[in-house]
């Protein structure tokens, strides 16, 4: 009895907690959904009625929906690609020992904590800006008279860049852990063995950071397909923008409340239905 007594103490105890946090995460998703199926556009808000699908059909019929959703796989793609090989090789460099080993580890983990509008800012005025950038100071010290317009002639690389600039930290971190608690017999036999370096990376290092290579790409891939201030910041959109910045035009340039929920619901799927298969990879690799 005592024990029935303290579990419904304890659910009461929790009962709040729970509502409140079911609010928050279900409520935004409820009215989203509401909206979806309601014609309703901010220019003429008194027009308003049952659209059924017709907000769905119009967003896919949106010229920009294919070419944003194939932005959204290259961006979320190549930065997965850059800052696991990046993360790996930084990994193996910050795992041997030299003078100011630790001062580097902390200045290499800062770029996470900047925020996404501030490195963005400093990406585009300071570091890749055609005229005044440190690019384009290098390129005037080689001999050229037109440096390149970075944002106008390669955006989604450029947008690649600065988000795996602020993403490769995370990913060298987690490995960088990982690979500090590879067993030091392993490493003392492979060195008595006199085993090549490739063929120790290979056959020892690869399948130990195997795990937290999942891992690391599971986060990183829920987080990408939300990227929006890079894109936004740099003025990019119209070239390298994605199914986020798409619903924001939506909202923000056509003012169409009906469109822009239903594009984030498509968004919203996608993004569980890749969340779902990175879980089932990552949960097929932990078991192996």
Known sequence: MATRQAQALGRLALAPSVIALAAWSFVPLALTIYFAFLRYNLQDPDNTGW???????????????????????????????????????????????????????????????IMPTVSSLVWKNLIMHPVFG??????????????????????????????????????????????????????????MDGAPPLSYFYHIVLPHLARPITVVIL??????????????????????????????????????????AAGGLVAVVLANIVSAFLVRMVGKNLEA
Request: aromatic share 16%; hydrophobic share 55%; charged share 10%.
């Open 134 to 191: 440190l690019l384009a100071g290098i390129q005037r010290l080689f001999g050229a008279h037109q440096p390149i317009d970075w944002f106008g002639t390669y955006p989604r690389f450029s947008v690649a860049l600065i988000v795996s600039w602020q993403w490769l930290p995370y990913a060298a971190l987690i490995l960088l852990t990982a690979l500090q608690s590879l067993d030091e017999e392993q490493k003392d036999a492979a060195a």
């Open 51 to 113: 659209a059924g699908f017709s907000n769905f059909y119009y967003f896919f019929k949106d010229p920009y929906f294919l070419k944003d959703l194939i932005n959204t796989l290259l961006l979320v793609g190549s930065v997965i690609v850059t800052t696991v090989v990046g993360g790996v090789l930084l990994a193996l460099l910050l795992d041997q020992p030299f003078w100011g080993r630790g001062i580097v580890r902390l200045l290499m983990i800062s770029p996470f904590f």
């Open 219 to 260: 986060i990183e891939t829920i987080f990408l397909l939300n990227i929006f201030a890079e894109i936004k910041v740099t003025s990019v959109g119209g070239f390298a923008g994605n199914l986020t910045y798409l619903v924001f035009s939506q909202l923000n340039d056509a003012t169409d409340v009906g469109m822009a």
